[in-house]
């Protein structure tokens, strides 16, 4: 996006995804939206939403509910590079859930200096995911193979 255009706000704000009133609220004119576009450039063009292609706001809104997580999606495209598909495939995995939902079981924090502490617990997080993986034994067995391969390797 090289600049935004005035003229062409009653075009976008027709498109289905601009978010328009419903019919119980009252119309909103479009003459208070000129007024401010200036700000709304100012404001768009220094947020993270104006650093991501057209085809990731497309993706995000329909994969992800969230406001706080669709952001945190697009940050960690920023700073990753992915690409449409490397996003589509971490939402459907749940990369948010996975790494900032869940309680960190470390005292990392808390012993070490912050940027230690931080790199410390980006380097131990829980990139695996074995959804793949088509478990036909039962986890009896698969608890007791675990238990044998241990204890021969610490004995062993």
């Not at 996006?1 to 419903?22: D, G, R, S, Y």
């Not at 939403?49 to 920023?78: A, C, G, M, N």
Request: glycine content about 4%; hydrophobic content about 40%.
């Amino acid at each position: 996006m090289k600049k935004f255009v005035v003229a062409n706000l009653p075009l976008i704000l027709q498109h289905p995804i601009a978010k328009l009133p419903e019919t119980s609220q009252e119309s909103v004119g479009v003459a208070p939206i000129l007024e401010n576009a200036e700000n709304f450039e100012h404001l768009f063009l220094h947020s993270v939403l104006s650093k991501i292609t057209w085809s990731y706001h497309i993706i995000l809104p329909d994969e992800v509910k969230d406001v706080e997580q669709r952001f945190w999606y697009i940050e960690q495209t920023l700073t990753g590079s992915w690409g449409r598909n490397v996003l589509t495939h971490q939402i459907e995995i749940g990369l948010y859930k996975r790494q900032v939902k869940t309680t960190k079981l470390t005292n990392f924090e808390h012993t070490m200096a912050k940027p230690q502490s931080d790199l410390v617990t980006q380097l131990v997080k829980d990139p695996y995911v074995f959804d793949f993986v088509v478990a036909t034994a039962k986890e009896l067995d698969v608890e007791s193979q675990l238990v044998q391969q241990g204890s021969m390797f610490l004995l062993g």
